[in-house]
T-cell receptor, first 114, second 116 residues
Framework: GAGVSQTPSNKVTEKGKYVELRCDPI?????LYWYRQSLGQGPEFLIYFQGTGAADDSGLPNDRFFAVRPEGSVSTLKIQRTERGDSAVYLC???FGSGANVLTFGAGSRLTVL | GENVEQHPSTLSVQEGDSAVIKCTYSDSASNYFPWYKQELGKGPQLIIDIRSNVGEKKDQRIAVTLNKTAKHFSLHITETQPEDSAVYFCAASLEYSGGGADGLTFGKGTHLIIQP
């Protein structure tokens, strides 16, 4: 597609539930990133994929968070046993080439945990 | 790890005037410094970036300056227009010469308001 697509745009869930957020990067972009943005803050790095493998997952806050990119294109961010503190906008970005930092962001998935 | 501080948090300027947003970073190894513009309900959009082998870069009404010794960089917008109103984020990261890069560390953002 023309841009980075994220679904759902909004997700409301209850504390303790499991959530999946999907990202479709720009076609041909080999690098894919997940960031989390809380209200009034800058995006916070979570994980970076180069192809199918997670090149850097140092930003994942704990083992309730997991992300996959099985075919090197679409990625899914998975959050288990959601907590109210997980409420934020989850941003996906992609870039062309290895380690290129010129990121194109999607509009984000707004997660609200009640 | 890297820490990026951004000031001011809110900036209001008259249309046609200039706006300056400043950032400092902590990790002297960082060598890539982008600026992003985020409008309400949208993801951040790259507007300009600079790498540490240059001190200044300009693109029409937007310029970025970098002082590696002092570890600070600034965004300058001249002849501001209403459509410049948005939240602006600075960021820093380390790009490796052999390929690969650390994730971007963002500042907390500046809400720029252009008064008509």
């Amino acid at each position: 597609g023309a841009g980075v697509s994220q679904t759902p745009s909004n997700k409301v869930t209850e504390k303790g539930k499991y959530v999946e957020l999907r990202c479709d990067p720009i076609s041909g972009h080999t690098a894919l990133y997940w960031y989390r943005q809380s209200l009034g803050q800058g995006p916070e790095f979570l994980i970076y994929f180069q192809g199918t493998g997670a090149a850097d997952d140092s930003g994942l806050p704990n083992d309730r968070f997991f992300a996959v990119r099985p075919e090197g294109s679409v990625s899914t961010l998975k959050i288990q046993r959601t907590e109210r503190g997980d409420s934020a906008v989850y941003l996906c970005a992609s870039s062309f080439g290895s380690g290129a930092n010129v990121l194109t962001f999607g509009a984000g998935s707004r997660l609200t945990v009640l | 790890g890297e820490n990026v501080e951004q000031h001011p948090s809110t900036l209001s300027v008259q249309e046609g005037d200039s706006a300056v947003i400043k950032c400092t970073y902590s990790d002297s190894a960082s060598n890539y410094f982008p600026w992003y513009k985020q409008e309400l309900g949208k993801g951040p959009q790259l507007i300009i970036d600079i790498r540490s082998n240059v001190g200044e870069k300009k693109d029409q009404r937007i310029a970025v300056t970098l002082n590696k010794t002092a570890k600070h960089f600034s965004l300058h917008i001249t002849e501001t227009q209403p459509e410049d109103s948005a939240v602006y984020f600075c960021a820093a990261s380390l790009e490796y010469s052999g390929g690969g890069a650390d994730g971007l560390t963002f500042g907390k953002g500046t809400h720029l308001i252009i008064q008509p």
